[in-house]
């Protein structure tokens, strides 16, 4: 049973940074896609960047180009997503989510409507 589990959220001052973890259990890593999702109150889902295992390409949303950069482990089942130059308006619910890829072009889907596997958010507030 593929869970992610994500780590690292919490209170961080305007300009800080805070870096997010998460695992999954799934035997072939390489297969797979996983990206993280922020769930901001009265707003919709938004994709924050998706990476893909096997080949590493990875894709942001256009509000965190420049300051998050999502990066995995294979050897451990690792998603990262270091954030950095943090703002008020990246408070949000972050889940980390996990599906079956098989093209780089797949990072480019940022709604995350694929996704299959979610975990149960780590949440990060900026103030």
């Known amino acids: 049973h593929v869970q992610p589990v994500e780590s690292g959220g919490g209170s961080v001052q305007v300009g800080g940074s805070l870096r997010l973890s998460c695992v999954a259990s799934?035997?072939?890593?390489?297969?797979?896609?996983m990206g993280w999702f922020r769930q901001i109150p009265d707003k919709e889902r938004e994709g924050v960047a998706v990476i893909r295992f096997g080949s590493g390409a990875a894709a942001y949303a256009d509000s965190v180009k420049g300051r998050f950069i999502v990066s995995r482990d294979n050897t451990k089942n690792m998603l990262y997503l270091q954030m950095n130059s943090l703002k008020p308006e990246d408070t949000g619910l972050y889940h980390c989510a996990a599906r079956m890829c098989w093209s780089d072009a797949e990072v480019f889907e940022l709604g995350g409507f694929r996704f299959i596997y979610w975990g149960h958010g780590t949440q990060v507030t900026v103030s």
């Open positions: 799934v035997d072939t890593i390489g297969r797979y896609c």
